[in-house]
């Protein structure tokens, strides 16, 4: 590649402003310390949820911030793994000797981590961001075992989706009735939404079509060399018209018309590594049981979801599901759901023990419903040696105890919006 044409690049995207307001990630302050160790750095998640932001933030506080480039960019797309020596002569003319490099969308260059390996080895730091959780975990995994961290950003939280409004609400501890009551509007805001930070700015639809026609054919289709398109669309419709909703890849296979289960299962991974959902399993102390029975499937954003033209919003309590599940999903918590002779949403597995049992329900105020949700969530408990659990509602809160098989058990009820925002209280 011409070195003259790629400086030139360089320095284009060297123009790039921080957007205002910038939103500061939660993942910030944990990664400040790691600029300052040997390891690369990796900030992986689905396109246009703020990697480059939260890569250009980190750059702006450190002592070398010159060598960046973004590989999303169709200027680049001649780039091969050779031209990376060219890119670095590039560095070295325009900006001087310097020991940090920043690659932004890095899986789009065959052969990366080869690259990546070397200027670790020369005692190089080295930050990348991507879209493709297959393909970083298996070139790290070959190419750099123990030499990186990664870090996994999602679209806004709902914690950031109020500094992102209003930030002055995160600094009040005891909230009186009209701080409630805007922070209960702002939910309702996010639920609709979503959390993708350049949407929020303005609100058009179009942008979230965009995004979505992107991510499958850019990090999908094209990536996994698909050749017919209907089938993994169809695929992608009945998995968000169903969110939150069990499935079987045997079940998809009848509904999209393809031959085998296994394509269902290697689609299904496809869109998982694109960030785009992700699947959970029932829980069995059996491995072979889990892989056996149905999963569930959530959405990276409800937003998003939305936008597309889901009917997602038919269903209050699937959304809040599915917004729950992205938040145990934030704190890396390893997530299964219960289903014996009654069900639970999620259960929260630690090592070899279940340490949270949580059911999530729109409203409770119907008697049928209420006894559903207690008695799923109360077989959770005790199956799993539970003295406490949870039912996340949109606004409802109270204290529950319920004898259950001999065993006293409690169960606390707690809107959503408080849930997400536990710094704060009434």
């Avoid at 310097?98 to 932004?104: A, P, S």
């Avoid at 200027?119 to 991507?130: E, F, I, P, R």
């Avoid at 979801?305 to 992205?326: D, M, Q, T, Y």
């Avoid at 996340?392 to 109270?398: A, K, M, Q, R």
Wanted: charge should be neutral; proline fraction near 3%; hydrophobic fraction near 35%.
């Amino acid at each position: 590649m011409d070195k003259q044409y790629l400086m030139q690049i360089i320095l284009d995207q060297k123009k790039v402003p921080l957007p205002h307001p910038l939103i500061e990630r939660w993942q910030y302050d944990q990664m400040l310390p790691l600029l300052n160790n040997n390891q690369v750095i990796v900030i992986s998640g689905i396109r246009r949820c703020g990697k480059s932001i939260l890569l250009h933030t980190l750059r702006s506080k450190a002592r070398e911030g010159d060598y960046y480039i973004n590989f999303d960019d169709d200027r680049l797309v001649p780039f091969t793994l050779a031209d990376f020596d060219i890119l670095l002569e590039a560095f070295i003319e325009l900006f001087g000797v310097q020991n940090t490099f920043y690659f932004d969308e890095i899986q789009n260059i065959t052969g990366w981590e080869r690259f990546v390996r070397r200027l670790h080895n020369a005692q190089k730091k080295v930050l990348v961001t991507g879209s493709n959780a297959k393909l970083l975990s298996a070139e790290l995994g070959t190419h750099l075992t123990g030499r990186h961290i990664t870090v996994n950003l999602f679209p806004y939280s709902f914690h950031e989706y109020i500094q992102f409004r209003d930030p002055s609400l995160l600094s009040i501890k005891h909230l009186d009735s009209t701080e409630i009551a805007l922070i209960k509007k702002y939910f309702s805001e996010f639920k609709q939404l979503g959390g993708f930070p350049e949407y929020l700015l303005n609100e058009q639809k179009q942008y979230l079509h965009q995004l979505y026609e992107s991510i499958l054919y850019k990090d999908i289709i094209v990536r996994n060399k698909i050749t017919s398109e209907k089938p993994i669309k169809e695929l992608v419709y009945y998995l968000a018209s169903n969110n939150c909703k069990e499935f079987t890849y045997n079940s998809l296979r009848k509904l999209i018309g393809v031959a085998s289960a296994n394509t269902v299962s290697d689609y299904c991974h496809y869109l998982e590594s694109s960030f785009l959902c992700f699947s959970i399993n029932r829980f069995s102390y059996s491995l072979k049981e889990q892989i056996h029975h149905a999963k569930k499937i959530y959405f990276i954003d409800q937003g998003l979801v939305e936008a597309l033209g889901f009917k997602f919003s038919e269903n209050h309590g699937r959304i809040l599901e599915n917004i729950v599940f992205l938040e145990l999903k934030r704190q890396n918590k390893e997530i299964y759901f219960h289903k014996l002779t009654r069900e639970c949403d999620f259960i929260i597995r630690e090592g070899y023990n279940i340490s949270a049992a949580i059911q999530v329900c729109a409203s409770l105020k119907n008697p049928d419903t209420r006894q559903r949700e207690i008695n799923g969530l109360l077989e959770a408990m005790a199956n799993y040696n539970l003295d406490q659990g949870f039912i996340i509602t949109e606004d409802e809160s109270e204290q529950i105890e319920e004898t259950y098989k001999s065993n006293h058990f409690k169960i606390e009820v707690i809107p959503c919006w408080q849930w997400l925002n536990p710094s704060s209280s009434t």
